[in-house]
């Protein structure tokens, strides 16, 4: 059976690459792409969205755009990590993209969606949770048409944007609050699971031989991403997180879950942000969100390669 799926995500390298894969796969029915603010301003990602699509050839997803800022706070970007397109590496060139922008906004577009599909969609959140956040608190009577909540932030551990939270979380934490809070069944990807699947040469090596255009623009988008993650952390390959989520929905045994409380953190002066992970039960609050712990990373590239060759093969 394929799984009904809605993205929504702030491309960002690590989203694109999520994007190809649920795009490539057959257990995976995209439905659409919401696009927030996160890695880049809105416009920017939403922009990124459709220049991904166009490049592999995903015509008939819609696009629509949703939040330019978080819930609560400032706004923040990761120009640091993504580049000031939010996207560098590759030329997409000046012109427009062949995919169009949906007129409505993401969360008439969801909610739409959500309403017409034959069953209840999964979310795929994989930037800040604005947008989600703020569908839950518009139209709670949705509720029943949402299967779970599959999304990629926080950390069992400590975080990559402060001492303590990681940067999803931290763009908007009261949105993340709200969908933890939410009651629904949510499924936690946070560092502690993604900074194991990092971008080895091995594995650019493995892309690259594929020889197709795609491939190549993949190859570019890791080569920039393997830089920033080097200069800014010092890490030797870079860390795809966000696919981790659409990986687990194609082969549940990918990750090993364990059931927790998760609390954010709201107004802590050095850990505000901060996703609390309870995974010894010391609370006594209920274990209500699946939080993804040990990944077997062989079969995660073996998904994402299989992805690029397929949508990089004029007949697949």
Not at 228 to 239: I, K
Request: hydrophobic share 45%.
């Amino acid at each position: 059976m394929t799984v009904p799926v809605i993205l929504d995500c702030d491309p960002g390298h690590d989203d694109a690459f999520n994007i190809l894969l649920a795009a490539a796969h057959p257990r995976i029915e995209l439905l659409a792409i919401t696009t927030v603010a996160g890695n880049q301003t809105l416009e920017k990602t939403t922009l990124n969205a459709r220049r991904i699509c166009a490049v592999a050839g995903i015509r008939d997803v819609p696009i629509a755009a949703g939040r330019d800022r978080p819930l609560h706070g400032p706004r923040r970007t990761a120009a640091d990590i993504h580049g000031e397109s939010g996207l560098d590496g590759p030329g997409f060139g000046t012109g427009e993209p062949v995919v169009p922008q949906d007129p409505r906004d993401a969360l008439a577009l969801i909610r739409e969606t959500l309403l017409a599909h034959r069953a209840p969609v999964t979310l795929v959140p994989t930037g800040p949770l604005t947008n989600i956040a703020a569908l839950l608190l518009a139209h709670p009577d949705l509720v029943g048409r949402i299967e779970r909540i599959v999304l990629m932030g926080g950390s069992t551990g400590r975080g990559n944007t402060t001492p303590a939270a990681e940067f999803n979380v931290l763009c908007d934490p009261e949105a993340a609050d709200v969908v933890f809070r939410s009651g629904l069944p949510v499924t936690m990807f946070g560092l502690n699971a993604t900074h194991q699947v990092r971008a080895t040469p091995a594995v650019i090596a493995r892309i690259a031989a594929l020889g197709t255009p795609l491939s190549r623009l993949c190859v570019e988008l890791l080569t920039y991403f393997a830089s920033t993650y080097r200069e800014v952390y010092g890490f030797d390959a870079p860390p795809l997180h966000d696919p981790l989520t659409v990986a687990h929905l194609i082969n549940p045994s990918l990750v090993s879950l364990v059931r927790a409380a998760v609390t954010v953190e709201l107004n802590g002066t050095h850990t505000r942000g901060a996703t609390v992970v309870d995974l010894h039960g010391v609370t006594g609050r209920p274990a209500d969100v699946e939080v993804g712990m040990e990944v077997d990373a062989e079969a995660f590239w073996d998904l994402i390669v299989e992805a690029v060759r397929v949508l990089g093969t004029p007949s697949g």
